[in-house]
């Protein structure tokens, strides 16, 4: 399968622990979003980024969170001194092309549950 | 700002029967317009899109959709339901003028009953 790939497929965490999660693009995707979704919501725009170049950061995302794209291929998305409020699915998705023409591939998501 | 409405949090049609799904949208600039599918257990799964050109847009699985600017609508059709359509559908829009962002509705989860 060349889909797009999270890894892992649930956290579980104490509130105020660090996590970290993985997203492996389509590999000739230049385009590379995170989401957060909760239930009964669709996906918030988290960050996006073009090749390895962070290029737009939702102003809703505190400063816990982080995200790179090192050389461009896979992103990790880091969440500092996690909240109950961050329980959530975490999307990854990839798109290919520079423009905002192309349809988004997603993966399965990061079920993260801060306890 | 763009923002994308989806009115309907439930819609409910008999199998063979013709099924739409609404969704309305706000953007600046010129709007690029989504519909993407959710089933269970899986990840969203892109269905159609509208960029430019003509209004009425054929996706996977027999779906359609009709771009109305006037009204800033972009429901999305199909002409005879199944049972497999049951899912979540969500529509999103970008904004030519907001390079990256998509925005989503809260999406519509669609009950296709035999």
């Known amino acids: 399968d060349t889909g797009v790939s999270q890894d892992p497929r649930h956290k579980i965490t104490k509130r105020g622990q660090n996590v970290t999660f993985r997203c492996d693009p389509i590999s000739e995707h230049n385009r590379l979003y995170w989401y957060r979704q909760t239930l009964g919501q669709g996906p918030e725009f988290l960050t996006y980024?073009?090749?390895?170049?962070?290029?737009?950061k939702s102003r809703l995302l505190s400063d816990r969170f982080s995200a790179e794209r090192p050389k461009g291929s896979f992103s990790t998305l880091e969440i500092q001194r996690t909240e109950q409020g961050d329980s959530a699915m975490y999307l990854c998705?990839?798109?290919?092309?520079?423009?905002?023409?192309?349809?988004?591939?997603f993966g399965p998501g990061t079920r993260l549950t801060v306890t | 700002a763009q923002s994308v409405a989806q009115p309907e949090d439930q819609v409910n049609v008999a199998e063979g029967n013709p099924l739409t799904v609404k969704c309305t949208y706000s953007v600046s600039g010129n709007p690029y317009l989504f519909w993407y599918v959710q089933y269970p257990n899986r990840g969203l799964q892109f269905l159609l899109k509208y960029i430019t050109g003509d209004n009425l847009v054929k996706g996977s699985y027999g779906f359609e959709a009709e771009f109305n600017k006037s009204q800033t609508s972009f429901h999305l059709k199909k002409p005879s339901a199944l049972v497999s359509d049951s899912a979540l559908y969500f529509c999103?829009?970008?904004?030519?003028?907001?390079?990256?962002?998509?925005?989503f509705g809260d999406g519509t989860t669609l009950t296709v009953k035999p």
């Open positions: 999103a829009v970008r904004d030519d003028t907001n390079a990256g962002k998509s925005t």
């Open positions: 998705a990839s798109s290919k092309g520079r423009t905002e023409a192309y349809e988004q591939y």
């Open positions: 980024f073009q090749n390895e170049a962070q290029l737009e």
